[in-house]
């Protein structure tokens, strides 16, 4: 759907003719997923990261030492979840003589391990395709995201806040927070580490900015959501040029925005630590006046709202639930090689979804294949009723057991 893949697609399609390559829709998808640039992000955030055209043109050619991955193992885990559906279908009501899945194999890049209970084991093999000229030695490691900590602020917005080089009438600023203000200090040495609030290892940073619903929306309205107060998230890098402690606009560079008409409002930063040559500064904004769903700007003002303001750092680890074949794969010129990679669940998994990557780095280029399972909880018997505890983390990236949304 994004216009930047599909004109990827197309450039990639149109090259393909050119050099008398067949492919199809799996093919387009693997190249592009396979070359894609990775964002330091989850797989449900960002798959295998950013289409990167240029590589999957290199694949293409042959050049620059670019292969692609890919399996089996996801079409046949998807068709065995939805067929007992499917033959429950009436194909004939719907206007098909016969509705059922395809029996041919779709390879695809990311590795859906299918649903599993704890303790049981599923087996993918993985295809590396090398269309160069030189063999490629490959090394492969298992990765996902994990919590390092969790810090929460709370607080009220002020609105029409003005500022000293931009001061116009209808020109307003955020309420500034230093992200060093987001604190939970319920360790010792968080006191002492105020100056450096994103921790050394992070690979990511969510910040997340939740307002009570009965703040987003006048529920006194006598039309539904014709009444919204709105607020968008920034994060800046603050540099204060005159140390004069005063924030202005001319010191300012935004490095993320996030905003939408809802109760959530989320930002995302990779690599955190090289984003800021000065203090890294949040700014909440409130929109000044109120908004319609209906009409839009109502041109009423708007008034102050309730916010938790949180900071979440995130670091990649390796992900002992796979264990692979081998952790060092050579691919001659001009050919495809087989590396079989076992998923084990372990005995303790919560019920809920995981995820995460599996890497195969060459010298020259790198492929992130995605990898998720479900875990199952066993029913043992009809009428049973079951409680699956939610997370009592606040993590706002792999919280199983609850629902987290824009509302």
Known sequence: AAPLVSGSAAILMQEMKKQFQDYDSFTIKNILMSTATDLQNDPFTQGSGLANVESALDYVHGNNGVFIVYNNASYSNIKKILEPTISNINSTQIGFEKFEFSSKLFPMTSWFAGQMFPGERTTASFTINNPTNQTLTINLESTNISLIKNNQLNGITNTQQHD????????????????????????????????????????????????????????????????????????????DSNDDAEITSDELSMVNRGGSWGTVQELRISEPNEKFNGTPLVGVYPVPTTFSYWLGNTKQNST??????????????????????????????????????????????????????LNFQGDQHSVNAPVSFVVKQPIIENDTQLLIQGSSSNDVLYGNGYTKGGF
Do not use: C, R
């Not at 703040?215 to 309205?221: G, L, P, R, V």
């Not at 794969?329 to 990557?357: E, R, S």
């Open 164 to 239: 000293s080089i931009l001061n116009k009438t209808d020109v307003f600023i955020p309420n500034y927070v230093k992200l060093s203000d987001v604190q939970t200090n319920n360790i010792l040495n968080d006191f002492f580490d105020i100056d450096d609030p994103i921790p050394d290892d992070t690979s990511l940073m969510i910040l997340n900015l939740n307002f009570p619903f009965h703040e987003f929306m006048n529920s006194t309205s006598e039309v539904y959501a014709d009444d919204l107060k709105i607020s968008s998230l920034y994060l800046y890098d603050w540099i």
């Open 304 to 357: 102050s709202m309730d916010y938790t303001l949180s900071a979440s750092y995130y670091q990649k680890n390796n992900w002992p639930v796979l264990w692979l074949d081998s952790n060092t794969i050579t691919v001659p010129p001009k050919t495809t090689i087989n590396v079989d990679v076992t998923l084990v669940v372990p005995d303790n998994l919560q019920t809920g979804v995981y995820q995460g990557f």
